[in-house]
């Protein structure tokens, strides 16, 4: 990559390629605007130079078609970069169904990273070539914001709640991960790389360092179990709460008549506050595991909870 | 047409400046021009401090590696930067300094409305600086100008409080500002001077305290909520406590977004105003740009999500924000058209004020186009939070509000002090001014578009080259300042005796002596003709033209 003379950093996926082209595009009409400005500033300037000092142009006329015209004709500029914008927006912001879910939680001043065979890093994050990854995110402290050159894409890491970003690698190779949100003291040094390995290959890399930990979903499962959720989560008919069983991705009926649909961030509320958001039909005997699970714990117990989903 | 007074530089006719000397009745005037001036001093304190902080990290940017500053002081450095050149110089600029001068002036009256709310908005900004200033000595403060939660209230361990009282008590200063240009021009204007005869300077005053009277109580609000969380650990933003973090930042960019336009109006306004008399004609529809001073004012309320098209907000609202966003860019572009098309079958000159002028419009056409990238959703996510917004905002507030703010000093530099500056030295610090900002912020968004992060101390190497080029720039930058403060100086001594109108200008404050006396004018001004009225000698005379000899452009 060399700076000076690319227009463009590396385009590792489809959608990066899709973001430059509408990146081209405005960079075309500003080019072409400024160019336009600044000519007719040189170009009247130099027309229109003050000769003599007893000069005396006339007053302007007061009508506005050249600002009407002007006016429309931007706004219909903007509003193609608006839809074009928005449609690629809403590309990023709607993971496929089989995207792979990375675990990610920033913390002052580092990225901790679970892959779903549990295989756990720092600062680096391994990924197959030609797979959707989603990653779900959520930080111990401050805000953080997970960015990939490479990919254009980028999100906040927020304390207390998870956010997503999702992408699928075009090409193999090592690229820029930064923390793009002010954190604090070692801000600059909260960097690491995306690392796009062939499937053969990263599937090599999750066995070789396989140290027999458990998935994020077996380890879920086995916290389900020891916290005694399952004392009450039953699929049996006398269970003191919700069968938990396609909960996830689906509607569920409150006891305040509304209606939600289940994602991270409501059965996190769940875990740690029960009482916020109760589910129609059932007393608010759920006890708060706030401060008993760990942000670890809690995404593993999530993950597993969304794989009763699948 | 008299006006060249006589020649005898020490001897100036009584006027504000002379006629009392003493540091009391400085300190305690009750004179708007005055307080301009004390405004004046202390913004340009300000600015060298912001300025100097700004070249000891780009310094610090030339390398890769840390080698100037350790990461824990490059972070308060340029938080100390950001805080001191919005808050205490950017914000209050143009409308403290040429606002408190010619408002009164331009509109043909003898002062505010209230002159003692004007002189004590001078001691709480003050009160103010100096509280940001003391937290900056004692130790520092490193939460970025942004201040966001939970970050400054749980986990900075600086002198976060006292930089927010800081920035609290500066935001009062605004206000009592605002409330006297909206109280002054409504009541005070002379008989003649109607609506739509204001200039447009006095137009973009009025719109720009109308958003500082909306905008500042929030601001001020928020900050107080960030002093209870940290001094008192009530949960408001930090979620372990229960608080939510976004809704810091929907509070703080519900003022600082229409915040950026308290500092591009007034420029817009200056520049409005030298267009006008260096092209020796009224501007091509005056009324559009009024209008669209109002529209940028109004509509600039309803687009602060822009800033947060990453941080999680709902789809729903990152749409809204950017649909909305686009609409402030039309108006805004429509005043670029006034301004160009009244070059067009003008009488154009280059004299220094309106090089500025010129700088201003070549600089605000990069920084608003590229705030569409910003705009637009997709491009935003990848560029947020990088170097291209560090660009994007210095074309537009630097290359913007302060070009338009030297414009404005320079062009009534010669009504403030009496005389005129060497123009051959300010033709020259302009253009060095303007090559300086370009080579500084121009690399910026090539940087920005390749990933580089903003408020980063160290950074992969393949950015370095872009980064001295940014470096070299900024010390020329500082280099053209250097100049132009140094004839300023030496004008106040030397400069040759102005005179009432050195431009041939229109509008009131050119019909009475440079510098005014105490009361502005001998008599209340009668305003007889539209605004910009240059087929008349003077806009309250009857008498065509007649071309001034003295006219030196
Ligand atoms: C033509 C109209 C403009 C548009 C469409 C526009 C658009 C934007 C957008 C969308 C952002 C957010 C970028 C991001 O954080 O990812 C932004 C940032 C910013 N803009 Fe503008 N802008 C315009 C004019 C201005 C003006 C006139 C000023 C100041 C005088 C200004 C000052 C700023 C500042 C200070 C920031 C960054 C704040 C920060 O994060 O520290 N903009 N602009
Ligand atoms: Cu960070
Ligand atoms: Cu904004």
């Given at each position: 990559?060399n700076?000076?003379?690319?227009?463009?950093?590396?385009?590792?996926?489809?959608?990066?390629?899709?973001?430059?082209?509408?990146?081209?595009?405005?960079?075309?009409?500003?080019?072409?605007f400024?160019?336009?400005?600044?000519?007719?500033?040189?170009?009247?300037?130099?027309?229109?130079?003050?000769r003599?000092?007893?000069?005396?142009?006339?007053?302007?006329?007061e009508h506005?078609?050249?600002?009407?015209?002007?006016?429309?004709?931007?706004?219909?500029?903007?509003?193609?970069?608006?839809?074009?914008?928005?449609?690629?927006?809403?590309?990023?912001?709607?993971?496929?169904?089989?995207?792979?879910?990375?675990?990610?939680?920033?913390?002052?001043?580092?990225?901790?990273?679970?892959?779903?065979?549990?295989?756990?890093?720092?600062?680096?994050?391994?990924?197959?070539?030609?797979?959707?990854?989603?990653?779900?995110?959520?930080?111990?402290?401050?805000?953080?914001?997970?960015?990939?050159?490479?990919?254009?894409?980028?999100?906040?890491?927020?304390?207390g709640?998870?956010?997503?970003?999702?992408?699928?690698?075009e090409?193999?190779?090592?690229?820029?991960?930064?923390?793009?949100?002010?954190?604090?003291?070692?801000?600059?040094?909260?960097i690491?790389?995306?690392?796009?390995?062939?499937?053969e290959?990263?599937?090599?890399?999750?066995?070789?360092?396989?140290?027999?930990?458990?998935?994020?979903?077996q380890?879920?499962?086995?916290?389900?179990?020891?916290?005694?959720?399952?004392?009450?989560?039953?699929?049996?008919a006398?269970?003191?709460?919700?069968?938990?069983?396609?909960v996830?991705?689906?509607?569920?009926?409150?006891?305040?008549?509304?209606?939600?649909i289940?994602?991270?961030?409501?059965?996190?509320?769940?875990?740690?506050n029960?009482?916020?958001?109760?589910?129609?039909?059932?007393?608010?005997i759920?006890?708060?595991?706030?401060?008993?699970?760990?942000?670890?714990?809690?995404?593993?117990?999530?993950?597993?909870?969304?794989?009763?989903?699948n | 047409?008299?006006?060249?007074?006589?020649?005898?530089?020490t001897?100036?006719?009584?006027?504000?400046l002379n006629?009392?000397?003493?540091?009391?009745?400085?300190?305690?005037?009750?004179?708007?021009?005055?307080?301009?001036?004390?405004?004046?001093?202390?913004?340009?304190?300000?600015?060298?401090?912001?300025?100097?902080?700004?070249?000891?990290?780009?310094?610090?940017?030339?390398?890769?590696?840390a080698?100037?500053?350790?990461?824990?002081?490059?972070?308060k450095?340029?938080?100390?930067?950001?805080?001191?050149?919005?808050?205490?110089?950017?914000?209050?600029?143009?409308?403290?300094?040429?606002?408190?001068?010619?408002?009164?002036?331009?509109?043909?009256?003898?002062?505010?409305?209230?002159?003692?709310?004007?002189?004590a908005?001078?001691?709480v900004?003050?009160?103010?600086?100096?509280?940001?200033?003391?937290?900056?000595?004692?130790?520092?403060?490193?939460?970025?100008?942004?201040?966001?939660?939970?970050?400054?209230?749980m986990?900075?361990?600086?002198?976060?409080i006292?930089?927010?009282?800081?920035?609290?008590?500066?935001?009062?200063s605004?206000?009592?500002?605002?409330l006297?240009?909206?109280?002054?021009?409504?009541?005070?204007?002379?008989p003649?001077?109607t609506?739509?005869?204001?200039?447009?300077?006095?137009?973009?005053?009025?719109?720009?305290?109308?958003?500082?009277?909306?905008?500042?109580?929030?601001?001020?609000?928020?900050?107080?909520?960030?002093f209870?969380?940290?001094?008192?650990?009530?949960?408001?933003?930090?979620?372990?406590?229960g608080?939510?973090?976004?809704?810091?930042?929907?509070?703080f960019?519900?003022?600082s977004?229409?915040?950026?336009?308290?500092?591009?109006?007034?420029?817009?306004?200056?520049?409005?105003?030298?267009?006008?008399?260096f092209?020796?004609r009224?501007?091509?529809?005056?009324?559009?740009?009024?209008?669209?001073?109002?529209a940028?004012?109004?509509?600039?309320?309803?687009?602060?999500?822009?800033?947060?098209?990453?941080?999680?907000?709902?789809?729903?609202a990152?749409?809204?924000?950017?649909?909305?966003?686009?609409?402030?860019?039309v108006?805004t572009?429509?005043?670029?058209?006034?301004?160009?098309?009244t070059?067009?079958?003008?009488?154009?000159?280059?004299?220094?004020?309106?090089?500025?002028?010129?700088?201003?419009?070549?600089?605000?056409?990069i920084?608003?186009?590229?705030?569409?990238?910003?705009?637009?959703?997709?491009?935003?996510?990848?560029?947020?939070?990088?170097?291209?917004?560090?660009?994007?905002?210095h074309?537009?507030?630097?290359?913007?509000?302060?070009?338009?703010?030297?414009?404005?000093?320079?062009?009534?530099?010669?009504?403030?002090?009496?005389?005129?500056?060497?123009?051959?030295?300010?033709?020259?610090?302009?253009?060095?001014i303007?090559?300086?900002?370009?080579?500084?912020?121009f690399?910026?968004?090539?940087?920005?578009v390749?990933?580089?992060?903003?408020?980063?101390?160290?950074?992969?190497?393949?950015?370095?080259?872009?980064?001295?080029a940014?470096?070299?720039?900024?010390?020329?930058?500082?280099?053209?300042?250097?100049?132009?403060?140094?004839?300023?100086?030496?004008?106040?001594?030397?400069?040759?005796?102005?005179?009432?109108?050195?431009?041939?200008?229109?509008?009131?404050?050119?019909e009475?002596?440079?510098?005014?006396?105490?009361?502005?004018?001998?008599?209340?001004?009668?305003?007889?003709?539209?605004?910009y009225?240059?087929?008349?000698?003077?806009?309250?005379?009857?008498?065509?033209d007649?071309?001034?000899?003295?006219?030196?452009?």
């Open positions: 990559m700076l000076l003379f690319d227009l463009l950093p590396v385009q590792a996926t489809e959608y990066a390629k899709q973001v430059d082209a509408l990146y081209l595009f405005i960079l075309a009409i500003s080019a072409f400024t160019l336009l400005f600044v000519g007719l500033l040189v170009g009247f300037t130099l027309k229109y130079r003050r003599t000092q007893d000069e005396r142009p006339e007053p302007p006329h506005y078609t050249l600002e009407l015209v002007g006016g429309a004709v931007l706004l219909a500029l903007l509003m193609g970069m608006f839809f074009w914008g928005a449609k690629l927006y809403f590309k990023a912001q709607r993971p496929p169904a089989d995207a792979m879910e990375v675990l990610v939680s920033g913390k002052q001043w580092m990225w901790k990273l679970q892959h779903p065979s549990g295989k756990k890093e720092i600062n680096t994050l391994h990924i197959p070539l030609g797979k959707a990854v989603k990653l779900s995110m959520t930080s111990e402290d401050v805000i953080h914001s997970f960015f990939i050159p490479a990919f254009r894409v980028k999100n906040d890491v927020l304390p709640r998870y956010t997503q970003v999702w992408f699928k690698p090409q193999e190779g090592t690229f820029h991960l930064f923390c793009a949100e002010y954190c604090g003291t070692e801000h600059s040094r909260m690491g790389y995306v690392r796009v390995l062939s499937q290959a990263y599937d090599r890399w999750t066995m070789n360092l396989g140290d027999a930990d458990e998935t994020p979903v380890a879920g499962g086995r916290l389900f179990a020891e916290l005694g959720c399952i004392a009450c989560h039953r699929p049996d006398g269970a003191l709460g919700p069968d938990l069983t396609g996830f991705g689906h509607e569920v009926a409150l006891s305040d008549g509304t209606t939600l289940a994602d991270d961030n409501y059965l996190r509320e769940s875990i740690l029960p009482q916020a958001k109760l589910v129609a039909g059932y007393a608010p759920m006890p708060t595991f706030q401060g008993s699970v760990n942000e670890e714990q809690l995404a593993q117990l999530i993950t597993y909870i969304k794989s009763l989903s | 047409m008299s006006s060249a007074p006589d020649t005898s530089a001897a100036m006719p009584k006027n504000y006629e009392k000397i003493t540091v009391s009745s400085w300190l305690l005037t009750l004179d708007h021009k005055r307080i301009a001036i004390l405004y004046l001093v202390s913004l340009l304190a300000f600015f060298l401090i912001g300025g100097l902080a700004a070249l000891v990290f780009r310094v610090e940017l030339m390398t890769p590696e080698d100037v500053l350790r990461s824990e002081t490059y972070n450095f340029f938080t100390t930067h950001g805080i001191v050149m919005i808050f205490f110089f950017l914000i209050p600029s143009i409308p403290a300094v040429l606002g408190n001068f010619l408002v009164p002036v331009m509109i043909g009256a003898r002062d505010f409305a209230f002159p003692k709310i004007n002189l908005s001078w001691y900004f003050m009160f103010g600086g100096v509280l940001a200033l003391i937290a900056t000595i004692a130790g520092g403060v490193e939460t970025g100008w942004t201040f966001y939660t939970p970050y400054s209230t986990y900075a361990n600086s002198n976060v006292l930089a927010v009282c800081g920035a609290f008590i500066a935001g009062f605004s206000i009592m500002t605002g006297n240009f909206i109280v002054t021009i409504h009541k005070m204007r002379a003649g001077l609506w739509f005869r204001l200039p447009l300077f006095i137009w973009a005053m009025y719109a720009t305290a109308l958003v500082i009277l909306l905008g500042t109580p929030v601001v001020a609000i928020t900050l107080v909520m960030i209870v969380e940290r001094a008192f650990g009530f949960g408001i933003f930090d979620p372990a406590l608080g939510d973090p976004i809704l810091f930042q929907h509070l960019w519900f003022y977004h229409p915040a950026v336009y308290i500092m591009i109006l007034p420029a817009m306004g200056v520049v409005s105003e030298l267009i006008s008399c092209s020796k009224r501007l091509y529809g005056y009324r559009v740009i009024v209008f669209s001073s109002l940028i004012a109004v509509i600039g309320f309803f687009v602060w999500g822009h800033h947060m098209f990453v941080s999680s907000q709902s789809t729903f990152g749409l809204t924000f950017s649909f909305l966003t686009f609409f402030v860019a108006p572009a429509l005043k670029m058209l006034n301004w160009i098309m070059l067009h079958k003008g009488s154009v000159s280059l004299a220094s004020p309106m090089l500025y002028a010129f700088g201003f419009l070549g600089l605000f056409v920084g608003g186009l590229t705030g569409l990238f910003l705009s637009t959703l997709a491009t935003d996510i990848h560029l947020h939070d990088t170097y291209f917004v560090v660009a994007h905002f074309y537009v507030m630097v290359g913007g509000g302060v070009m338009g703010f030297l414009g404005g000093l320079h062009f009534w530099w010669p009504k403030i002090t009496g005389r005129m500056y060497p123009e051959g030295l300010a033709i020259f610090a302009a253009i060095v303007f090559i300086g900002f370009n080579l500084t912020f690399p910026q968004f090539q940087l920005g390749h990933g580089m992060p903003r408020r980063y101390h160290v950074y992969p190497e393949e950015f370095q080259v872009l980064h001295i940014s470096s070299t720039g900024a010390m020329v930058l500082g280099f053209g300042y250097l100049i132009m403060g140094a004839y300023l100086i030496w004008s106040l001594k030397f400069g040759k005796i102005a005179g009432k109108n050195p431009w041939n200008a229109r509008g009131l404050e050119w009475t002596d440079s510098p005014p006396p105490t009361h502005n004018f001998h008599e209340t001004p009668v305003v007889r003709h539209p605004v009225a240059y087929e008349y000698a003077s806009e309250t005379s009857n008498e065509p007649v071309q001034s000899e003295k006219g030196h452009v």
